[in-house]
């Protein structure tokens, strides 16, 4: 069974402009959780999609959104891009809603803006 | 919100070694994991454990969710071992669980 796979891998962008990125969970899952990784902040929770509707969410402002479509892939959208957005942007999937699941991680997405 | 501490933040190993990893947390929360994040970036789950003590091969995991206290044990530790063990806590809040992340314990296995 494939793993999870996150496209594209790495990402360079200028601030204000705005990015998208992509999760392809494992297949039969249906929860999708999105990760922010910095070297100041560490690992934080963005939100996570289960059969297409954001079912959690952590603390980031509205420019962090994403959505989940009926495949059950998921898309992770910043606008307005600061320089603080730098950061590996994990994604992992599990077949159960809710945190307390084993969720399968994706390589990640390592966004730099210039 | 709730405050994840890890400890200690940095460990150097022999190969062959056992070791063991903290997590305080200053609240009560619903559930607990920890995570290993290889050299390479790639995050595994490694225990879900709100409570009590579970056995994977090598590793193991203790919470005692009265005293607001997880540890983990890496028992003769091999260089794969490598990476950084974070644990994660989630409480419920407002309709949401709120998930908090602690610092990390960056753990070096040397042959």
């Known amino acids: 069974k494939a793993g999870v796979t996150q496209t594209p891998r790495y990402l360079i962008k200028t601030r204000g402009q705005q990015v998208t990125l992509s999760c392809s969970p494992i297949?039969?899952?249906?929860?999708v959780s999105w990760y922010q990784q910095t070297p100041g902040q560490g690992l934080q929770f963005l939100f996570e999609?289960?059969?297409?509707?954001?079912?959690n969410k952590g603390n980031f402002p509205g420019r962090f959104s994403g959505r989940q479509f009926s495949n059950s892939r998921s898309e992770m959208n910043v606008s307005t891009l600061e320089l603080g957005d730098s950061a590996l942007y994990l994604c992992?999937?599990?077949?159960?809603?809710?945190?307390?699941?084993?969720?399968?991680f994706g390589p990640g997405t390592r966004l730099l803006v210039l | 919100g709730i405050q994840v501490e890890q400890s200690p933040p940095d460990l150097i190993l022999q190969e062959g070694a056992n070791s063991t990893l903290r997590c305080n947390f200053s609240?009560?929360?619903?559930?607990l994991q920890w995570f290993h994040q290889n050299p390479w970036g790639q995050l595994i789950n490694l225990f879900y454990?709100?409570?009590g003590t579970k056995q994977n091969g090598r590793l193991s995991a203790t919470t005692v969710a009265t005293e607001r206290y997880s540890l983990l044990y890496i028992s003769s530790s091999q260089t794969t071992d490598s990476g950084v063990y974070f644990c994660?806590?989630?409480?419920?809040?407002?309709?949401?669980?709120?998930?908090?992340f602690g610092t990390g314990t960056k753990l070096q296995v040397i042959p």
């Open positions: 609240d009560s929360v619903n559930n």
């Open positions: 999609y289960f059969s297409e509707t954001q079912r």
């Open positions: 454990i709100p409570s």
């Open positions: 297949s039969g899952h249906r929860s």
């Open positions: 992992a999937s599990s077949l159960r809603l809710g945190f307390g699941k084993t969720q399968y």
């Open positions: 994660a806590v989630a409480s419920n809040s407002g309709g949401y669980q709120k998930v908090t």
